[in-house]
Nanobody, 118 residues
Framework: QVQLVESGGGLVQPGGSLRLSCVAS????????MGWYRQAPGKERELVAR???????NYADSVRGRFTISTDNAKNMVYLQMNSLKPEDTAVYYC????????????WGKGTLVTVSS
């Protein structure tokens, strides 16, 4: 089993920045993709950004150029640097570790709330 714990959420003004962190504990053997997802009130969960073990990244169109995903494999951590935040970025952000080859390898954190408001 893998446990994921997110941190770094909070209240920020529009135009501000936050850095989310996710630390993984347990056996991460077989996991080759790490990602951040978000779910706003009344909306479905959506992909924000993901990164493969090889370093390939994908971003949602709504965050490209403002958010950056990165990893520290030695520490089993993944980060999401969020700049130029907008009110529409308000959501619970979830960390996900999974395998794109073995669908039973799929772990989620409990989420951290990001609120962008003046």
């Amino acid at each position: 089993q893998v446990q994921l714990v997110e941190s770094g959420g909070g209240l920020v003004q529009p135009g501000g920045s936050l850095r989310l962190s996710c630390v993984a504990s347990g056996s991460i053997f077989g996991i080759n993709v790490m990602g951040w997802y978000r779910q706003a009130p009344g909306k479905e969960r959506e992909l924000v950004a993901r990164i493969s073990r090889g370093g390939s990244t994908n971003y949602a169109d709504s965050v490209r150029g403002r958010f950056t995903i990165s990893t520290d494999n030695a520490k089993n951590m993944v980060y999401l640097q969020m700049n130029s935040l907008k009110p529409e970025d308000t959501a619970v952000y979830y960390c996900r570790y999974y395998s794109d080859a073995y669908h039973y390898i799929d772990y989620w954190g409990k989420g951290t709330l990001v609120t962008v408001s003046s």
